[in-house]
């Protein structure tokens, strides 16, 4: 890859990501695992000698998938099915679908039925994680999967391998949350999806090879235009779905200060305790993660951590980017909005989703969301 650019590498990745998976896959010798976002520990498929890859179906139209599964199912797990049909996903040779929802239940037994030949592995997640156990019961369900993730690749399932994956992923999440931290104090130059691609280009590409394009960056490259003229926005949904949307937010003058989204923030807060028992490890970080839309606790609990997690982001405002279709999003958000209210804080609602949404309908809604919270502004 070219690196007289240095945003190139990110950029290739993105472009045509499964050619790259295939590159490196030739290259290494190792075994593909695709993980359906979001919650499945990369680390234990790493560490497993495996290449992990992240699959995301915001973004793909689909026109094979609705054969199988419902067309009033999110655009994340219609989009990874066609991706899958259409061929896209034939360099990997398994799969992860982590058990979030009843979306994605589903999704893993069509899945299985469908790609027989695949090592597929359905990561049951924890549903409350209010729970007395939920620690033993997650260390229990990660061990399980490490072990079946080294058998897959041929090699024995070691600790000690697990927590050198474990402090490179660390490695890469500093880089990524200090890119993050340039998007907002230098928005003008590191735009919010530039941000985005590099994060969303971690998740496709060997970490090892990707923190080394991430030192090549102008790290030190100051815009013209500060950002106190940008509207400071908090933004709470599952991915960039439509993906342009993200060049909106740039192009109408916001600053994304935080989101929630499991390509975003969410997948770069929170790092793995690096010493110790590296399956414990990976339980603290899940239970310290941002709790999945799909994830249960006390209602009050949730409102109360989510208004708070706004309030010291200084976001202005929220945006729901809640998917279409996504029942789970659906039964927070009034909720949310309700606590939002309460603390005086504007929010909007956006359903999106890869089918039938019209970008012109969300840019007049986005550009109205600003006049109002702007002129709210200090
Ligand atoms: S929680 Fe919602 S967005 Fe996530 S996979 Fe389930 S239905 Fe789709």
Redesign the pocket.
């Given at each position: 890859m070219s690196v007289a650019d240095p945003w190139k590498p990110f950029r290739e990745v993105m472009q045509a990501p499964w050619d790259h998976v295939a590159a490196w896959k030739k290259k290494s010798g190792r075994k593909v695992m695709g993980h359906l976002l979001p919650d499945v520990p990369e680390e234990i498929l790493h560490g497993a000698g495996l290449f992990p890859v992240a699959i995301e179906g915001g973004g793909v139209q689909a026109s094979h998938a609705q054969a199988l599964i419902p067309s009033y199912t999110?655009s994340?797990?219609l989009g990874a099915m066609e991706m899958r049909l259409r061929g896209d996903l034939n360099v990997l040779d398994g799969m992860v679908i982590p058990y979030?929802?009843d979306?994605?239940r589903n999704l893993f037994h069509i899945w299985n039925l469908q790609f027989p030949n695949m090592a597929n592995e359905l990561l049951r997640m924890p549903k409350r994680l209010d729970y007395p156990g939920v620690r033993t019961y997650l260390a229990a369900e990660f061990s399980r999967l490490f072990e079946s993730m080294a058998k897959l690749s041929g090699k024995s399932a070691n600790t000690q391998d697990l927590g050198e994956s474990i402090r490179l992923y660390n490695r890469s999440r500093a880089r990524l949350r200090e890119a993050y931290d340039l998007h907002r104090t230098n928005p003008s130059v590191w735009t919010a999806a530039k941000a985005q691609l590099l994060i969303g280009s971690s998740l496709r590409a060997p970490r090892e090879d990707h923190l080394k394009w991430m030192d090549a960056l102008p790290w030190d490259e100051k815009g013209a235009a500060a950002s106190v003229d940008r509207i400071p926005v908090y933004v709470r949904g599952?991915v960039w779905d439509p993906p342009q949307i993200l060049d909106l937010f740039d192009q109408l003058g916001f600053v994304i200060v935080r989101d929630e989204t499991v390509t975003g923030w969410r997948s770069i807060a929170q790092d793995a305790p690096a010493n110790g028992d590296p399956i414990a490890a990976l339980v603290e970080r899940h239970m310290a993660a941002i709790p999945?839309?799909?994830y249960h606790e006390s209602p009050d609990r949730m409102v109360a951590g989510f208004v708070l997690r706004v309030r010291s982001s200084g976001a202005g405002g929220v945006v729901f980017l809640n998917?279409k279709?996504?029942?789970?999003?659906a039964f927070d958000t009034p909720d949310f909005q309700k606590g939002l209210e309460q603390a005086q804080i504007p929010s909007l609602i956006l359903e999106t989703s890869t089918r039938g949404v019209s970008m012109g309908q969300v840019r007049v809604r986005l550009e109205a969301f600003r006049e109002m919270i702007g002129n709210d502004l200090p």
């Open positions: 999110c994340h797990a979030v929802c979306t994605t599952k999945y839309t799909g998917p279709f996504c029942e789970a999003a």
